[in-house]
């Protein structure tokens, strides 16, 4: 069946460091989603993205999509305490549900 | 306020209960899902609905059991069958089932069994 793989499991950062998180599918996938959860908190949808080789931005948070569109990253730039959470890739084929990633638990020290 | 409900926040069960868990959704949309999240990993899918009177197992369906009577509801059974219960339960919905539609989900109920 189909796979995310979502690497690293967490990541400590200082306040202001850069931090990134990379997600691989065994197969190729029509499109991939990024949730972010908070502590305690349920996941939101942060963006989605469809065609090979996309990249999409939203402030700080800079999201690619792989030209085989078998992988995606998320960075951000320069992390506040705001970003803490755990960041979850989300990848389908057409016609299958949504394959959630492992998550990537971010910690932000201030 | 539209969005989804999901009831109790937090439950605790007794070994060989079934227990059903709450979910309602007030944003109109056809499909449902419930995920089970263990700690530090990812969603597996549990089941999932397109449409009322209609649902599909999902990943790990073993020892749960749901239904669809109306659009708005979906609720979870947890059975007794299941062997690990405990877990963090998020239900989700969407507007349909077709690839390109964000799932909105619930505040989750936390279960644990005792």
């Known amino acids: 069946g189909q796979q995310v793989m979502q690497i690293p499991q967490y990541q400590h950062v200082q306040e202001g460091e850069d931090f990134t998180t990379y997600c691989n599918s065994s197969t190729t996938l029509s499109n991939i989603q990024w949730y972010k959860q908070r502590p305690g908190g349920h996941p939101v949808f942060l963006i989605q993205?469809?065609?090979?080789?996309e990249v999409k931005k939203q402030k700080r948070l800079t999201f690619q999509f792989g030209e085989a569109k078998k992988n995606s990253s998320l960075h951000i730039t320069a992390t506040q305490t705001t970003d803490v959470g755990t960041y979850f890739c989300?990848?389908?084929?057409?016609?299958?549900?949504?394959?959630f990633g492992g998550g990537t638990r971010l910690m932000v020290k201030p | 306020d539209g969005g989804i409900t999901q009831s109790p926040k937090y439950l605790f069960r007794k070994e060989g209960q079934n227990v059903t868990l709450s979910c309602e959704q007030n944003l109109n949309h056809d499909a449902m899902y419930w995920y089970r999240q263990d700690p530090g990993q990812g969603l597996r899918l549990i089941y999932y609905?397109?449409?009322?009177?209609?649902?599909q197992k999902g990943d790990i369906a073993e020892g749960y059991s749901v239904s669809r009577e109306k659009k708005e509801s979906f609720p979870l059974t947890v059975t007794s069958a299941q062997k690990n219960p405990t877990a963090f339960y998020l239900c989700a919905s969407t507007i349909g089932l077709a690839d390109y539609n964000e799932q909105f989900f619930g505040p989750g109920t936390r279960l644990t069994v005792l």
């Open positions: 609905s397109q449409i009322v009177n209609d649902f």
């Open positions: 993205l469809v065609k090979s080789g």
């Open positions: 989300a990848g389908r084929t057409a016609g299958n549900m949504l394959t």
